[in-house]
Each structure stands twice: as structure tokens, then as C-alpha cells.
């Protein structure tokens, strides 16, 4: 006997339905067979009875192995999971994590991608302790280590994993990304927002503020900020075009409340110098939040300068340079693969290597320091386009 709740049986009702359909029609279709054959005293029903069977159990075999495909038969509210790795390698997705369900037991994983198609997958049932400690008993071999050929990277981002249980409709587990949202350089970005709204009516400066990739960065702004889009080169969310190594040449000192920069520090030959410059058109208690990369390939070459660690930050803002540092992160973990397997690269992908790294850091005083040295001697060539 099948125990499920009144919403189990209210989602599974159309697949149910679509099956009772299935082994209706045939029966129908013998039971006029039957009729017909009463009239003309025919008694050939052997093969329309054993194409009804091979059909019923046909159709139980697939309900058994396959008892929810449809999305709409999914009922994912009571599923507790989590992803903590999920990558895509050279035509391969990459999935580790834990789920279990309060009351029925996992029987089996499938990667979903976008258009539907189900991939079965091996490697749920790992031990998991720690889970259980929290959990109980029913999360005790809960984790999951999954390897599934899935080509197309874009597929790879936007799947879903399907958990069929022991009983009750499967459960779907979408936007596996979803914990990014706790990673330290993410969470760094929202204090920054929070400490900018208290401002007030602040005025704000994104430095490198050009939406190449189509991303703009003013969703969070107080409604009532004034903001500038300050970039090397003209383009959609850029209100002024200027170096970054001469802002004070663009805005009066002292005037600026807040700047923030994303993934933009990297591409200036000389960050100490536009951290300088930067410092002059900012009012004493004006904050700066800088994001940017500990590791990432070479990108926009040849303007593709410098990586920074959390341990850089001090190096740049301390009190020679007029600011005293908030508070500082890393985050977006990444493993580094190297090409050939030497002692130097053994075990290089299990080293802490991580994708963003940023600082918060506030204004306390002016300062003197200059690097009168001009931007154009270090490169021959403009920025990319």
C-alpha cells in the first residue's frame, strides 16, 4: 500500500491519470476485438491478448523504474540539500553535496538539463557524519559525489538534479549555485551596500563602471545616491570616460562619498598610484570597496596587469596612503589544473585558490605620497575595446 500525503496524491493525479489511459485504450480496443469476434465466430484473440499484456507490463516496468519524470509531479518542499562543489572540466559537470528526504529514503540521483533530458548518475550514499549530527540518522550516508558527460558548459550551468525516493512523488533540486550567495567575497560586497545606504544621499563613484558583459552594478544604490559611471573607454553605464590613475583631474577633492570598483583594479598598471588619487576626491569617512581576482586567466590582454591576494589590501590601503582597512575576503573557491603532472604541480588542484578576493576600506586622512610617473610608458597600445 502507497502512504503519501493529500498533496502527493494531488501532484501525481495527471501522471496517474495518463497512465490509467494508457492500459484503458487496450482493453478497449479487446473488449470490441471480443465483440466482433462473437459475431463472426472467430476465436483469433491470442494476438491482440498478448500485445495487451506485453503493453501492462510494459507500462508498469517504466512506472516502476521512472515513477515521476515530469517536472509537474515533483515535489521538492521537503528535500533538504546542499551543493558545495559544482563545476564543469573538459566535457564533464561536477557535482558534490548532501541531500536526504525527513521520511522517505533516497533510491536514486539524475542530472536534469535544460531541455528535459535525464541523465542517471552514480555516487549518492557517501558517509556523512557531520550531516547527521545535525540531522539525525536519516543523514547519516546522505552525500553525493557525481561525474556525468555533459559536453555543452552552458547545460552544465543551468542543470538540475532529480532524486527519486522509495516512495512519493521525486525531488527536484534547482539553482545548485544558490550558496554563492553565503561565499566571504560575495558577502564583503552586501556590507558595502549596507554601510553605503546609511550614508544617507551619498555620492557615489564606480570606477571601470562600462557594462562590457552586459552587467551593471546600480540595482543596490540609495534612490537617493548620485552616481557617476567613471571608465577608460565611452559605452553603455559610462557617464564620464577618464584614467583612474588621474581621477582627481575629473572631480573636485573631497567630494565623493563612496567609490566601488569591480574586477577593474587588475587592468591598472599602477594601482598605488589611482588608490592615491582616489584618496584626494574622497571626504574624510569615505568608504572604498574594491573587488577583484586572486586568481583568474590572463583576460584582456595586453591591459592585464596584477592578482591580489586578502594579504595585498594592506599594502595598498594603510596609513601612508590616508585609509584604514574595514575588513577584508576571500572567496568563490577554484582548484588550479596544470597541463603536465610534476612534483611541483602533485596535488596543486587541492591548494586554497580562490576566484574573488576584495576590501573595504574607509578614508582617515589626506596624504602627501605622489607617483609622478605617466600611465602611457607602460603600455603601447589602448585598452580593449
Given amino acids: 500500500m502507497l502512504?503519501?500525503?493529500?498533496?502527493?496524491?494531488?501532484?501525481?493525479?495527471?501522471?496517474?491519470?495518463?497512465?490509467?489511459?494508457?492500459?484503458?485504450?487496450?482493453?478497449?480496443?479487446?473488449?470490441?476485438?471480443?465483440?466482433?469476434?462473437?459475431?463472426t465466430g472467430s476465436s483469433r484473440?491470442?494476438?491482440?491478448?498478448?500485445?495487451?499484456?506485453?503493453?501492462?507490463f510494459?507500462?508498469?516496468?517504466?512506472?516502476?523504474?521512472?515513477?515521476?519524470?515530469?517536472?509537474?509531479?515533483?515535489?521538492?518542499?521537503s528535500l533538504v540539500w546542499s551543493v558545495d562543489h559544482l563545476s564543469h572540466f573538459r566535457g564533464h559537470l561536477y557535482?558534490?553535496?548532501?541531500?536526504?528526504?525527513?521520511?522517505y529514503r533516497v533510491r536514486s540521483i539524475s542530472?536534469?538539463?535544460?531541455?528535459?533530458?535525464?541523465?542517471?548518475?552514480?555516487?549518492?550514499?557517501?558517509?556523512?557524519?557531520?550531516?547527521?549530527?545535525?540531522?539525525?540518522?536519516?543523514?547519516?550516508?546522505?552525500?553525493?559525489?557525481?561525474?556525468?558527460?555533459?559536453?555543452?558548459?552552458?547545460?552544465?550551468?543551468?542543470?538540475?538534479?532529480?532524486?527519486?525516493?522509495?516512495r512519493g512523488p521525486a525531488a527536484l533540486a534547482e539553482n545548485l549555485n544558490r550558496n554563492l550567495g553565503a561565499d566571504p567575497f560575495n558577502q564583503l560586497y552586501l556590507q558595502f551596500h549596507e554601510m553605503v545606504r546609511s550614508l544617507g544621499a551619498p555620492t557615489?563613484?564606480?570606477?571601470?563602471?562600462?557594462?562590457?558583459?552586459?552587467?551593471?552594478h546600480v540595482g543596490w544604490l540609495p534612490k537617493d545616491a548620485t552616481y557617476t559611471g567613471f571608465d577608460v573607454r565611452d559605452g553603455p553605464n559610462v557617464d564620464l570616460v577618464g584614467d583612474a590613475h588621474k581621477i582627481s583631474d575629473y572631480f573636485p577633492n573631497s567630494?565623493?562619498?563612496?567609490?566601488?570598483?569591480?574586477?577593474?583594479?587588475?587592468?591598472?598598471?599602477?594601482?598605488w598610484k589611482a588608490v592615491v588619487e582616489m584618496n584626494s576626491i574622497l571626504k574624510i569617512g569615505g568608504l572604498m570597496f574594491v573587488g577583484t581576482h586572486q586568481t583568474w586567466p590572463v583576460h584582456d590582454a595586453p591591459w592585464d596587469f596584477w592578482r591580489f591576494s586578502s594579504y595585498t589590501w594592506r599594502t595598498l590601503f594603510n596609513e601612508a596612503t590616508g585609509f584604514e582597512i574595514v575588513d577584508v575576503a576571500m572567496g568563490e573557491r577554484a582548484s588550479v589544473v596544470a597541463d603536465f603532472l610534476t612534483p611541483a604541480t602533485a596535488g596543486l588542484d587541492l591548494q586554497p585558490a580562490f576566484l574573488g578576493s576584495s576590501v573595504i576600506a574607509r578614508k582617515v586622512g589626506s596624504t602627501d605620497l605622489d607617483w609622478d610617473v605617466d600611465p602611457s610608458m607602460t603600455t603601447d597600445s589602448d585598452y580593449p575595446a
Wanted: hydrophobic share 35%; aromatic share 6%.
Fill in 3 to 39: 502512504h503519501c500525503s493529500e498533496r502527493d496524491r494531488a501532484s501525481e493525479f495527471p501522471t496517474v491519470c495518463s497512465r490509467l489511459r494508457q492500459m484503458v485504450d487496450p482493453a478497449i480496443q479487446v473488449h470490441f476485438a471480443f465483440m466482433r469476434n462473437r459475431q
Fill in 45 to 56: 484473440l491470442g494476438p491482440t491478448i498478448s500485445r495487451l499484456q506485453r503493453d501492462v
Fill in 58 to 77: 510494459s507500462l508498469i516496468r517504466r512506472s516502476l523504474k521512472d515513477p515521476a519524470q515530469k517536472s509537474g509531479s515533483m515535489n521538492s518542499e
Fill in 95 to 103: 557535482v558534490d553535496g548532501w541531500a536526504f528526504h525527513p521520511r
Fill in 111 to 166: 542530472v536534469r538539463l535544460p531541455d528535459g533530458k535525464l541523465i542517471k548518475a552514480r555516487g549518492y550514499g557517501l558517509t556523512s557524519p557531520d550531516i547527521a549530527t545535525h540531522h539525525g540518522d536519516r543523514a547519516k550516508r546522505c552525500r553525493f559525489s557525481l561525474r556525468v558527460a555533459v559536453p555543452n558548459a552552458d547545460e552544465a550551468r543551468q542543470a538540475s538534479l532529480v532524486f527519486r525516493m522509495s
Fill in 204 to 216: 557615489i563613484v564606480e570606477v571601470g563602471s562600462r557594462a562590457r558583459s552586459g552587467n551593471v
Fill in 255 to 271: 567630494s565623493v562619498d563612496a567609490i566601488f570598483s569591480l574586477s577593474t583594479i587588475e587592468h591598472l598598471a599602477m594601482p
